[in-house]
């Protein structure tokens, strides 16, 4: 196999949503299982759409992959894409997340999407064995997904989830010959491999492309042929992280340099809190969803509630906030 022929996901800033579910107050509300809120996660991807965000992974590690049911998932996607294209936003992009490990479970998720509309798969490493498993293993894995998949194939490489399993370059190399593994979403720190892949020739001959997962590093990989972010904070901020993106695109260095500092201050709280965080930071800043409104084991809500957030994080989105209504 020698390339990609399946079309790339396209440039820009996309937002790992996180999934939304009812209430606590709500009379439909379960502690075992809290039902999906499916018109508040509409609401949400119709707000980022609004904002310049070019598309939503939906059912990613921030939407609680691993806590949805197949059936719930088939659900949300339906009923997300539905009203993207009743509010006029066709052409927003909508990609999956996967979080198996088996190749079977792992097609079948991205066939019931496909069928739904979701038009990319993200595919996170499995890395239950991580210890045993081997580059070689990797490769095999991920060709037979891809090869059983309807949809074009993203890899997605977090370490912080995935037992801190280890992609090489030269394994990317590899799965960017594959024709339906389109990109990759590194969520890593680690500049020089996003350099390592994105400017590799026999990869980027491959229509393979290469996105971070940090939004404070936005403008350092854009100069290394990234071509933009998975970013959890342009899900509160979307405009912000946009705006950061166009100027860094744009060559307009001076100015992208001020507004990376203002994003990365922001973006450190993201990393700080995770998942959680997301939603708490949505909720009270956006008014979408219930600031505690995860699954278990997820247990909801930041440690000591309303006066940590003020004593420690509100300041930290004090910036953004003054740039993201000056947009």
């Known amino acids: 196999m020698t390339g990609s022929t399946a079309v790339p996901l396209p440039t820009g800033i996309y937002v790992p949503s996180p999934t939304f579910f009812v209430s606590k107050t709500a009379s439909t509300y379960s502690t075992f299982n809290p039902p999906l809120d499916l018109e508040t996660q509409l609401q949400h991807t119709l707000h980022l759409a609004k904002c310049g965000i070019h598309g939503v992974v939906l ?3 921030t939407g609680e992959a691993v806590h949805v049911t197949r059936d719930e998932r088939k659900v949300l996607l339906a009923y997300v894409r539905k009203g993207l294209d009743e509010a006029g936003y066709q052409a927003f ?8 490990n088996s190749t079977v479970e792992t097609v079948d998720q991205l066939k019931d999407a496909s069928e739904v509309g979701a038009e990319y798969g993200l595919v996170l490493a499995p890395s239950y064995f991580a210890s045993a498993v081997t580059q070689r293993g ?20 977090y370490p912080g989830v995935s037992n801190n399993i280890y992609i090489a370059p ?8 594959h024709p339906n593994i389109v990109g990759t979403k590194l969520s890593h720190g680690n500049i020089s491999h996003h350099a390592l892949l994105a400017l590799n020739p026999k990869i980027e001959a ?50 992208a340099k001020r507004i990376q500092y203002i994003v990365s201050g ?10 959680v965080g997301v939603k708490e930071g949505v909720a009270r800043i956006l008014g979408f969803g219930d600031k505690d409104g995860c699954r278990l084991p997820l247990a909801g809500g930041i440690e000591g509630g309303d006066a940590t ?14 740039l993201e209504a000056s947009l």
């Open 59 to 61: 059912l990613g590690s």
């Open 206 to 255: 491959n229509g393979f492309t290469v996105f971070s997962g940090l939004g404070q590093q936005l403008l350092p990989i854009i100069t290394v042929n990234c071509k933009g972010a998975i970013d959890a904070l342009a899900g509160i901020f979307p405009k912000s992280v946009v705006h950061l993106y166009n100027l860094a695109m744009a060559g307009k260095y001076e100015e």
């Open 170 to 177: 030269k394994t990317f190399e590899a799965l960017s010959a």
């Open 138 to 157: 990797l490769i095999e894995w991920y060709y037979e997904v891809a090869s059983q998949s309807p949809i074009p194939v993203l890899v997605y490489y």
């Open 93 to 100: 992009k909508i990609v999956v997340g996967t979080g198996t």
């Open 309 to 322: 957030w003020e004593s420690k994080y509100a300041d930290a989105f004090a910036e953004v906030r003054k």
């Open 266 to 275: 922001a973006e450190e709280v993201v990393a700080d809190l995770g998942c």
